[in-house]
């Protein structure tokens, strides 16, 4: 058994491989990874401290912009990804059909128009132009 230590995305992980013979009489390496990360916990510990105050700091303006509280039973939409909200194309209180298009979201310079799953009346929209948001922040609502 030979043993590494391997970091991936910031995280540290301890890996056990094993050397076995094969049929053409090669080396051949089965690994086997453990569950606990690697003793290096200073090292975990400086880049993770910094990372959870900003996206939660970029999330309070965005839960502070939104026009009306998300009534209960309603439907949200949610952002498919992150992005900048660069049009609002529905108001509070319009009809919609299903297909139409409420949002538009730019990611990685793309323009990606969100559109309505189903028929229904717009009662909450969370969003305004211009506004940035992460992966399943709440657009709007429909009921």
Do not use: C, H, W
């Given at each position: 058994?030979?043993?590494?230590?391997?970091?991936?995305?910031?995280?540290?992980?301890?890996?056990?491989?094993?050397?076995?013979?094969?049929?053409?009489?090669?080396?051949?390496?089965?690994?086997?990874?453990?569950?606990?990360?690697?003793?290096?916990?200073?090292?975990?510990?400086?880049?993770?401290?910094?990372?959870?105050?900003?996206?939660?700091?970029?999330?309070?303006?965005?839960?502070?912009?939104?026009?009306?509280?998300?009534?209960?039973?309603?439907?949200?939409?949610?952002?498919?990804?992150?992005?900048?909200?660069?049009?609002?194309?529905?108001?509070?209180?319009?009809?919609?059909?299903?297909?139409?298009?409420?949002l538009i979201l730019e990611a990685?310079?793309?323009?990606?128009?969100?559109?309505?799953?189903?028929?229904?009346?717009?009662?909450?929209?969370?969003?305004?132009?211009?506004?940035?948001?992460?992966?399943?922040?709440?657009?709007?609502?429909?009921?």
């Amino acid at each position: 058994m030979r043993k590494f230590i391997i970091t991936v995305n910031g995280k540290s992980y301890e890996v056990e491989v094993e050397e076995l013979m094969g049929e053409t009489g090669g080396v051949v390496s089965a690994p086997s990874v453990q569950a606990a990360p690697a003793v290096s916990a200073p090292v975990q510990a400086a880049p993770a401290a910094p990372a959870p105050p900003q996206p939660a700091a970029a999330k309070a303006p965005e839960q502070g912009s939104g026009s009306q509280p998300v009534p209960s039973g309603a439907e949200v939409i949610k952002a498919p990804m992150p992005g900048t909200i660069l049009d609002v194309k529905v108001n509070a209180g319009d009809e919609i059909k299903q297909g139409q298009v409420l949002l538009i979201l730019e990611a990685m310079k793309m323009e990606n128009e969100i559109m309505a799953p189903r028929d229904g009346k717009v009662v909450s929209i969370q969003v305004s132009k211009g506004s940035s948001v992460n992966v399943d922040d709440v657009l709007l609502a429909i009921q």
